[in-house]
């Protein structure tokens, strides 16, 4: 099993990053999915989830509206959107099939994760 996400990188308070995670190695499309950022010196904070089908999504406060999270089961791609990033999203995101859709550290597979940085 691989969850490999990329799309990371530096970008300035209020841009804009899109973040993806192929998978394979399990049947993709039979997995909720969800991803889940660690900010440095903090513990991990969920963020986003999706149901296997695609047809529900579920945000922390923090990042509604700015957040939108979806997948290509064809692709087996998951991704996250992000938009008027804000310093406090700086933070290392990774991929995640999950036990429990909200759950930080109950999951089948995580991925090696990416950087996200936001500063001017």
């Known amino acids: 099993v691989q969850l490999v996400e990329s799309g990371g990188g530096l970008v300035q308070p209020g841009g804009s990053l899109r973040l993806s995670c192929a998978a394979s190695g399990f049947t993709f499309e039979t997995y909720a999915m969800s991803w889940v950022r660690q900010a440095p010196g903090k513990g991990p904070e969920w963020v986003s989830g999706?149901?296997?089908?695609?047809?529900?999504?579920y945000y922390t406060d923090s990042v509604k509206g700015r957040f939108t999270i979806s997948r290509d089961n064809a692709k087996q791609t998951l991704f996250l959107q992000m938009n008027s990033l804000k310093p406090e999203d700086t933070a290392v995101y990774y991929c995640t099939a999950p036990r429990d859709i909200y759950s930080t550290g109950r999951y089948y597979w995580r991925g090696q994760g990416t950087q996200v940085t936001v500063s001017s």
């Open positions: 999706i149901n296997s089908s695609g047809s529900r999504t």
